[in-house]
């Protein structure tokens, strides 16, 4: 088969976008006959473009699938402190996945170049050729341009000054690049496989040692126009309040984030606690530890109210470290929400606590998700010559 007909092309994208399939269903979905899908099957076998997935060779209740030989998508996903390699089939299917630490010491050409090498070491376990690599979906944790792959000089970007992440590894691999921010690739996982499951409007929203969001509209990410949107803890609550490392006063996560509620704690202890002595005192009811998380989750469920208004999610997930190790935080946030919200939203939002706990590899993995969803890519990989 040196081209595929019409009906392997239809199979071939059928397979990448729903992923591996029964030939019963395979012809459902095709509207041709069970018989026709057996040829089908047997030629694109016999070209080593799929495979049957199931331990029961020539079995044709056996799933199909494709194979390494037809693409691997790859997805590079970057937090503050790691990284991680995924490299899955064209349908979906996980081939590997390698991750590595990435320390506050490292530079940002280094925490690329790590990456890159996590990625050619699953490439070269592939069997048959190394280079079906037909795509790669990047995460960073830092603001990025969509478009270009610039990261522009600001303080909050500063790990990553002097890099074009995209350029990077579009010239190392030389196959198309997909960027988006980690934060809503998160949001997208918690879609897919956590919280947001069956829910058509999901926002994401993450407390950690920043604010993150994600706002995800059948199963698809809404990044706006460059791939800005979501940066809620860069939202203004106070703008007389304390000066934020993006350069405004009184962004949300100088009163919600980790860094923000230890720096309470100390004012008013005056010591040098931790994270992790606040959230003991948190666990133990600490009068004064309570007031802080309060006081916290209150802000933060101010600003949700003000998002809700805006966008009128089905659902809001909040996940990261404040909303998971904190009692009552994420209740105390959806309270203050819906006591605010106008009639129309309280009534109707949740406010659920996320799910997902490896944060790291299941993201990865929703990067995979996303470059499988994309119809250029699917259209371009089935109609491959082999």
């Known amino acids: 088969m040196s081209t595929p007909t019409p009906n392997a092309q239809r199979l071939l994208r059928t397979l990448i976008?729903?992923?591996?399939?029964?030939?019963?269903?395979?012809?459902?979905?095709?509207?041709?006959?069970?018989?026709?899908?057996?040829?089908?099957?047997?030629r694109l076998q016999a070209a080593g473009w799929i495979e049957e997935t199931d331990p029961e060779p020539g079995s044709l209740k056996n799933l199909m699938g494709t194979t390494p030989q037809l693409g691997v998508l790859a997805s590079v996903m970057f937090l503050v402190d790691a990284c991680a390699v995924?490299?899955?089939?064209?349908?979906?299917?996980?081939?590997?996945?390698?991750?590595?630490?990435?320390?506050?010491?490292?530079?940002?050409?280094?925490?690329?170049?790590?990456?890159?090498?996590?990625?050619?070491?699953?490439?070269?376990?592939?069997?048959?050729?190394?280079?079906?690599?037909?795509?790669?979906?990047?995460?960073v944790d830092t603001q990025m341009d969509a478009r270009s792959g610039d990261i522009y000089a600001q303080r909050a970007s500063s790990r990553w000054f002097g890099v074009n992440p995209k350029n990077y590894f579009a010239e190392r691999f030389r196959v198309?690049?997909?960027?988006?921010?980690?934060?809503?690739?998160?949001g997208l996982a918690e879609y897919l496989w956590g919280a947001g499951r069956g829910c058509a409007n999901m926002l994401y929203v993450d407390v950690s040692y920043g604010i993150t969001s994600g706002h995800v509209m059948d199963g698809v990410i809404q990044s706006g126009a460059r791939g800005g949107s979501g940066e809620l803890g860069?939202?203004?609550?106070?703008?007389?309040?304390?000066?934020c490392s993006c350069g405004?006063?009184?962004?949300?996560?100088?009163?919600?984030?980790?860094?923000?509620?230890?720096?309470?704690?100390?004012?008013?202890?005056?010591?040098?606690?931790?994270?992790?002595?606040?959230?003991?005192?948190?666990?133990?009811?600490?009068?004064?530890?309570?007031?802080?998380?309060?006081?916290?989750?209150t802000v933060l469920g101010r600003m949700l109210t003000n998002v809700c208004h805006t966008i009128d999610p089905e659902i809001i997930v909040i996940s990261g470290k404040v909303a998971r190790e904190v009692p009552g935080f994420v209740e105390h946030a959806a309270a203050v929400l819906t006591g605010a919200a106008l009639p129309l939203v309280a009534r109707n939002v949740r406010v659920v606590s996320g799910e997902l706990d490896d944060v790291l590899g299941v993201t990865a993995r929703a990067g995979i998700h996303s470059l499988r969803a994309m119809d250029d890519l699917i259209v371009a990989a089935s109609s491959l010559n082999a």
Request: proline letters at 5%.
């Open 86 to 139: 995924t490299v899955a089939t064209l349908d979906g299917r996980v081939f590997g996945e390698l991750t590595a630490s990435c320390p506050d010491d490292v530079t940002a050409s280094d925490r690329l170049a790590t990456a890159a090498q996590l990625l050619e070491e699953l490439l070269k376990d592939l069997p048959g050729t190394t280079e079906t690599l037909r795509a790669v979906h990047l995460a």
């Open 176 to 186: 198309p690049v997909r960027v988006q921010n980690s934060a809503r690739l998160e």
């Open 234 to 243: 860069h939202t203004v609550y106070d703008w007389d309040g304390p000066l």
């Open 17 to 42: 976008a729903q992923g591996p399939t029964y030939r019963a269903d395979l012809a459902r979905s095709l509207d041709v006959s069970r018989a026709t899908v057996t040829n089908l099957t047997a």
């Open 248 to 297: 405004n006063p009184g962004c949300l996560m100088q009163y919600t984030s980790i860094p923000a509620i230890l720096r309470d704690f100390r004012m008013l202890n005056e010591g040098s606690e931790d994270w992790e002595q606040f959230r003991t005192r948190c666990a133990a009811d600490d009068a004064v530890a309570a007031s802080i998380a309060r006081n916290a989750a």
